[in-house]
C-alpha cells in the first residue's frame, strides 16, 4: 500500500466532495473512512483509477452517514447526486482546497491550523508544534475551525497570506518532520505563482527552492543531521538554487519587501558561499534585521543570535541571545554552541545535553546528544 499515493489524493478527493455540496467536517470523515477502506481491499484488488475510486467510495461514505439523521426526501436528492463510477476529472484541486480552508469566517490561524490537518496530512502534534503551542491547545483549535465551517458554504475563497502560511508551515514538515510534504508544497506553490503576480509568493517558491537546494546534503548516511557549516557543498543542487536566486532578485526588484523574500535572501547567502567560512555574516544580520522588524518573531530574533555570533564574535551573541527568553524552542542549543565558539565547554555541554532533552524530533536530538558526549570527552 502507497502510503505517499493516498496522501497525494486526499485533498483533491475532499474537494470533489465539498463541491457537491458536503459541509467540510462531513466531507473529511467520509474521505477518512474511504482511505480505511483503501488500505484493506487495494493490495488485493488494486483499482485501475485511483482517485475515481476514493471519489466514488467516499462520497457513498457521505450518503451512509447523511441519511443516518436527514429525511428521506432530502436522501433520495442526494443520491441522484451520486456521481457514476468511472475515471476522476484530471483537474488538480489541491490549490483550491487551500483556499476554501482559508474561509474568511476563520481566524488566519485557525484556518493554517484546519488546512493543515485535513489537507496537509499532518497531525495535531506536528501542527502545535509547528506553533510553538501545547498540543490540547492545537486540537482545540483546530476542533472549533472544524464546528464553524460545519455550517457555512465553502464559496469564499479566504486571502493570499493565509495560504502562502499554509503552504510555508507545510514545507517545514515536510523538509524536517516525518512526513514527505516539501516537494508538494514547491509544486502548488509554483501553481500560486503562475496565477497571482504578488512578489511574497515569488519570495515564499525562492525560499523553498533554496532551502529544498540542500535537502541531500542534511543527513548522513546513517540519517544523522549535517549541521549547514558542515555540508557537502557539491550535494546541493545548483539548479535550485539558480532558479531560487532568479526569482528572489525579480521579486526584491519590485520594491515590496516582505518577510518570505526577507528569508529568501538570507538563504540565498548561504548557497552563495562556496565555502562555510566564506559567509557573508554581516548581510545575513543585517537581513535579520529587516524580517526581525517586519515580523517582531522570537524566532527570527532568535537565528540572529547566531548571525551575530558569527559576523561580531561569540560574545556578541551571546549579548544577543540574553535579551531572548529561555524557555524560547532550541534556545539552549543556540547558547550551547555560543559557549563552544567561546571556550565555555563545560557550559557548552551542559547546554547542549539540556537541548537533547527538549529537541522536538529524534535526529535533533540525536545530535545535540553526540555534541555533548563530544565535549564531556575533551574535559
Known sequence: MNGALLRSLTPGVLAVLVRRGADFAAAEDAVQDA????????????????????????????LDARRADTARRRREDLVDQEPEPGPAPAADDTLQLYFLCAHPSLTPSSAVALTLRAVGGLTTRQIARAYLVPEATMAQRISRAKRTVSGVRLDRPGDVATVLRVLYLVF??????????????????????????????AGLLALMLLHHARRAARTALDGSLVPLAEQDRTQWDTKAITEGVAILQVALARDRLGEFQAQAAIAALHADAPRAEETDWVQIVEWYDELAGLTGSPVVRLNRAVAVGEADGPRAGLAALAELD????????????????????TAAARLYAEAAHKAPNLAERDYLTRQAARLNARR
Open 35 to 62: 482511505l480505511v477502506e483503501a488500505v484493506r481491499s487495494w493490495p488485493a484488488d488494486p483499482p485501475r483509477d485511483a482517485k475515481g475510486w476514493l471519489v466514488t467510495v467516499a462520497w457513498r461514505k457521505f
Open 172 to 201: 517545514n514538515e515536510g523538509y524536517s518532520g516525518d512526513i514527505d510534504l516539501a516537494a508538494e508544497a514547491i509544486r502548488l506553490t509554483r501553481q500560486l505563482a503562475a496565477v497571482i503576480d504578488h512578489p511574497e509568493v
Open 326 to 345: 529561555e524557555s524560547l524552542p532550541r534556545h539552549a542549543a543556540v547558547a550551547a554552541y555560543l559557549h563552544e565558539r567561546d571556550g565555555d565547554l
